[in-house]
């Protein structure tokens, strides 16, 4: 997979502290927006390096062209936004609601998504997640074709009618996952997994095994 990524010099950004109606071109670090609400905000070149955005609300507006790494979005919603050509690394979004949110060119790595709620989010482009822990979390009607998951614990996480058709789900954690079996159409899975798989399928198919 081919992500286009941005590539930042910190020195070329503006160091910001509020956000106001939208940043270009910033530097922020460890800003404390807990629970801040915001509408259409566009964030584009910009680099967030750790700061607290949880419980924020982000409805509509971008994210484009950024990095973001070690920043806390839990129990955040956002909706309706686009995110394109970033890299999110390191960043917490335990029990983050993403709703009608279209994914371009996005590289998520060694994030926490744990009891997150995904819905109609959508992929235009390439997207993987990598190192991730996506725990206990609930996607519904997602359409993320060719989306990497790779060496992710996918334990106790809940599809619902979603498209992952050509996902590559390689080395990823899949005891316990719950979905019914078409939504695994057309994934690329490593043959250490296939014990997981066949699990998956007696209970999708209510099979009873029997060594008599």
């Not at 590559?168 to 997981?196: I, Y």
């Amino acid at each position: 997979m081919r992500i286009l990524l941005p590539d930042l010099d910190p020195d070329d950004l503006d160091r910001v502290t509020e956000m106001a109606d939208g940043l270009t071109e910033a530097l922020v670090e460890g800003a404390s927006w807990r629970g801040v609400r915001v509408e259409d905000c566009r964030i584009r070149g910009s680099r967030i390096a750790g700061g607290d955005l949880s419980e924020s609300t982000w409805e509509a507006g971008s994210l484009y062209g950024c990095e973001i790494t070690r920043a806390d979005f839990s129990g955040a919603a956002l909706v309706g936004m686009t995110i394109e050509r970033c890299a999110i690394t390191g960043s917490r979004f335990t029990g983050t609601r993403l709703t009608d949110v279209r994914l371009k060119d996005v590289l998520f790595e060694g994030c926490r998504f744990d009891y997150a709620t995904f819905q109609r989010v959508t992929s235009a482009g390439s997207v993987a997640f990598t190192d991730c822990t996506l725990t206990h979390g609930t996607w519904s009607t997602c359409r993320l074709p060719g989306i990497a998951l790779r060496s992710c614990d996918l334990a106790d996480l809940e599809l619902g009618a979603c498209q992952l058709d050509g996902a590559d789900l390689r080395g990823s954690r899949l005891h316990g996952l719950k979905t019914p079996l078409d939504n695994l159409s057309g994934v690329t899975l490593a043959e250490g997994q296939l014990p997981d798989l066949t699990q998956l399928a007696v209970d999708a198919l209510g099979l009873t095994v029997r060594n008599d």
